[in-house]
């Protein structure tokens, strides 16, 4: 299949030029899936309300701009009669087609398996949602903290004494949108062999379920008890974390702080002993790493083979030396902006890469262009928008 309009600047062949895929997705967990598609090289048509468009546009700009680079953005209202055709036309020639309806959304709109089928039958469609397509908690409202909540993600790292409204860190939308894709490519490959399309399911509580892989697997009580010697401790300037959880690393830590050895006191000899001395051993441990500057510290664990890091800040991560050198981030162009915010690439690389997109879209940006590539004149696609429908 040729896509007419590349958004992609590349060197070499990216692994989904040629695909397209439509998108029907809002938020947050959608969106990072579909750029991710695109960041690979698939050509990503944008599908949003006409005036109004990704809720994030209007109320969490730097969001929206962070996972919607490099797509071409199309307005269509399913709510009119005529929508549901353009969409169908679209189609036709697609690879993928991506949603986050909450579910039973689609099928009111006439976005069914069946109609699906009769547009493309090649076609891979890929819903996403807070608690998946079937099940007694399917209707459920979901939100990134609602599903970590009832997933009991949540509970898996809030402490008995922590306050009850903290959030914590919102990893469920970026985590399911990466398994989205990760589900889509796979699709895409099963069809490389059946020539069939295929139906997926997303759901981020089987998300929230494979984060705590580990934890679910591990018998005895759900919550992990604390760990000597390891955690978070205060050095000269600011905290370093250290890992000092075999005995190797423990001793390692013991001869790299110096002498009086820890690690021959009686109260930390063995994991046993520490376990039942964990603040003593806490005190003693931050005792001599006042003595130089976390990033120091670092530097000397990491030598003697410790997992260490200084606690940085994120505004010295994006400028860091390492982050630079991996071109992690990327500055992508705003529609009719001079502003170019650093935004996250693909969490790996390939020979060629790393890949980057093109300008975030502005608001029905490439509606005529897409309509008129899938063979609407102009005289149709204005008269389409006289009835409102993009």
């Not at 981020?204 to 018998?219: C, E, P, S």
């Not at 992990?224 to 959880?245: C, E, L, S, T, W």
């Not at 046993?272 to 790493?289: H, M, T, V, Y």
């Not at 940085?312 to 990327?330: C, K």
Request: hydrophobic share 40%.
């Amino acid at each position: 299949m040729r896509v007419t309009e590349p958004i992609i600047r590349t060197r070499l062949l990216r692994p989904l030029e040629g695909f397209r895929v439509i998108d029907l997705t809002h938020a947050l967990a959608g969106p990072v899936c579909t750029y991710q598609l695109a960041l690979l090289g698939a050509d990503v048509i944008k599908i949003e309300n006409p005036g109004v468009g990704d809720d994030f546009r209007g109320f969490a700009k730097d969001a929206f701009n962070a996972v919607n680079s490099g797509k071409r953005s199309v307005t269509l209202d399913f709510k009119k009669p005529g929508a549901l055709d353009v969409l169908a036309r679209l189609a036709r020639d697609a690879d993928v087609l991506v949603d986050n309806f909450k579910p039973g959304t689609a099928e009111k709109f006439g976005i069914t398996p069946a109609s699906v089928q009769s547009w493309n039958e090649k076609l891979i469609w890929c819903s996403i949602s807070g608690f998946g397509l079937e099940g007694p908690w399917r209707d459920m409202p979901a939100v990134e903290w609602s599903v970590q909540a009832a997933s009991g993600l949540s509970d898996s790292y809030l402490g008995d004494g922590d306050d009850p409204h903290h959030l914590g860190f919102g990893m469920l939308d970026i985590s399911t949108g990466h398994a989205a894709a990760t589900a889509v490519l796979a699709a895409l490959l099963k069809r490389s062999r059946t020539g069939t399309g295929e139906r997926i399911d997303v759901a981020m509580l089987d998300v929230a379920l494979n984060l705590m892989t580990t934890r679910i697997a591990t018998t005895g009580p759900t919550r992990m008890g604390k760990r000597p010697a390891v955690g978070r401790f205060m050095a000269q300037d600011q905290q370093i974390f250290i890992m000092g959880a075999h005995q190797r690393w423990f001793e390692a830590i013991s001869a790299t702080l110096g002498e009086p050895l820890l690690s021959l006191d009686p109260r930390f000899a063995t994991q046993k002993d520490r376990e039942a001395n964990i603040e003593q051993l806490k005190a003693a441990l931050e005792e001599r790493l006042a003595a130089r500057t976390a990033q120091e510290w670092e530097t000397q664990l990491s030598r003697a083979g410790v997992p260490a890091a200084a606690v940085r800040r994120l505004p010295e991560v994006v400028t860091a030396e390492h982050v630079q050198m991996r071109q992690s981030l990327y500055p992508a162009r705003l529609a009719n902006s001079a502003d170019a915010p650093l935004v996250c690439g693909l969490p790996y690389q390939f020979s060629d890469g790393p890949y980057t997109t093109s300008a975030t879209p502005a608001l029905g940006e490439h509606t005529d262009s897409v309509l008129e590539s899938a063979g609407y004149t102009p005289a149709e696609v204005a008269s389409l928008k006289d009835a409102g429908i993009v």
